[in-house]
T-cell receptor, first 115, second 112 residues
Framework: AQSVTQLGSHVSVSEGALVLLRCNYS??????LFWYVQYPNQGLQLLLK??????LVKGINGFEAEFKKSETSFHLTKPSAHMSDAAEYFC?????????????FGKGTKLSVKP | NAGVTQTPKFQVLKTGQSMTLQCAQD?????MYWYRQDPGMGLRLIYY???????DKGEVPNGYNVSRLNKREFSLRLESAAPSQTSVYFC???????????FGPGTRLLVL
C-alpha cells in the first residue's frame, strides 16, 4: 500500500531563507507525486506534480521538487522564502491499492515565515 | 468557470440532526471526492465517485452516505450527526484517475 510521510509538522524560516519541506513516500509501483498548498480558510491548491517525466519539477510561486527514487523522496524547496508563503503544505501520492487513482495525503507541514 | 463549489460554507448541527453537503464542478470531470480534514490528521477520504453512477468507500466512510446525482454534482449526507463529525469537509474533482484533484473552498461543520 502507498503511504506518505512528511517530516516536521511545523517549519519556521526567516524571510529570504531557503525553504525545505520534506516528503518521503512508499509505493510498490512508479508513483505520481503531488504537492498542494493550503492558505488559511481555503481549499487546497496544486503547487506541482511529478508524473514520471523530468525528475526536477517546477511549480508555481517559485517552488520546485526533486523526485529521488533511491531515497523515495520528493522534497519541496524554494530558494528564498516570502511572507506570502506562510501556509500549510501537503504532499500526496497516487493510490494504486484498488481505489482507482485516489490520492494519499501526508499529514501536512505548516510553514511560518518570520520577517 | 467557478471550478468546484460547495454549500454551505459553515453549519452548526445538534447531535442527531441530519444534513446534506452539496458539491458541484463545472470542469466536466469524471471523478469526484469527499474528504474530511482534522488538525494533525491531514486529509482523509470519505467517499469517491470514479464516474457518474458509481460510488465507493474511502478510508473513513462510517456515518456518511453519498449520491452522485449527475456528472456535475456529488453530495455528502450525514444521517445522524455526531460530535466526532465536527470537521472541515472538502470536495474535489479530477478529470480521471491519477490526475490532479481540484478542491472546493470547504464546509466547516460543528456538531454540538
Amino acid at each position: 500500500a502507498q503511504s506518505v510521510t512528511q517530516l516536521g509538522s511545523h517549519v519556521s524560516v526567516s524571510e529570504g531563507a531557503l525553504v525545505l519541506l520534506r516528503c518521503n513516500y512508499s509505493s510498490s509501483v512508479p508513483p505520481y507525486l503531488f504537492w498542494y498548498v493550503q492558505y488559511p480558510n481555503q481549499g487546497l491548491q496544486l503547487l506541482l506534480k511529478y508524473t514520471s517525466a523530468a525528475t526536477l519539477v517546477k511549480g508555481i510561486n517559485g517552488f520546485e521538487a526533486e523526485f529521488k527514487k533511491s531515497e523515495t523522496s520528493f522534497h519541496l524547496t524554494k530558494p528564498s522564502a516570502h511572507m506570502s508563503d506562510a501556509a500549510e503544505y501537503f504532499c500526496a501520492v497516487s493510490d494504486y491499492g484498488g481505489s482507482q487513482g485516489n490520492l494519499i495525503f501526508g499529514k501536512g507541514t505548516k510553514l511560518s515565515v518570520k520577517p | 468557470n467557478a471550478g468546484v463549489t460547495q454549500t454551505p460554507k459553515f453549519q452548526v448541527l445538534k447531535t442527531g440532526q441530519s444534513m446534506t453537503l452539496q458539491c458541484a464542478q463545472d470542469m466536466n470531470h469524471n471523478s469526484m471526492y469527499w474528504y474530511r480534514q482534522d488538525p494533525g490528521m491531514g486529509l482523509r477520504l470519505i467517499y469517491y465517485s470514479a464516474s457518474e453512477g458509481t460510488t465507493d468507500k474511502g478510508e473513513v466512510p462510517n456515518g456518511y452516505n453519498v449520491s452522485r446525482l449527475n456528472k456535475r454534482e456529488f453530495s455528502l449526507r450525514l444521517e445522524s450527526a455526531a460530535p466526532s463529525q465536527t470537521s472541515v469537509y472538502f470536495c474535489a474533482s479530477s478529470a480521471r484517475d491519477r490526475e490532479t484533484q481540484y478542491f472546493g473552498p470547504g464546509t466547516r461543520l460543528l456538531v454540538l
